[in-house]
């Protein structure tokens, strides 16, 4: 799944002088991201768009505060593991 998402296939269709849809229907500049995405890789998966565009990549660091206190929950329900 992830060669699909760097689109590796589209980059050795390209080394070996093969046609490819991704380096042949580049999206204009004025809207260089499509919201379907190119070559069937939907954007917000596309790794390649990832690395050149800040905006899409993933936040890093610590989960939200909701979401830690969700986890905590579930903590708290399940009883506590004994030692063997």
Do not use: C, N
Not at 19 to 39: A, N, T
């Amino acid at each position: 799944r992830w060669m699909r998402a760097m689109h590796i296939d589209a980059f050795f269709e390209y080394m070996l002088g093969k046609q490819h849809s991704y380096f042949l229907h580049i999206p204009p500049p004025h809207d260089p991201f499509p919201e379907d995405g190119r070559d069937g890789v939907p954007l917000e998966e596309d790794l390649a768009i990832r690395a050149l565009d800040p905006k899409f990549k993933p936040k890093r660091g610590r989960r939200k505060a909701d979401d830690a206190d969700e986890e905590l929950e579930t903590e708290i329900d399940t009883p506590a593991r004994k030692r063997p």
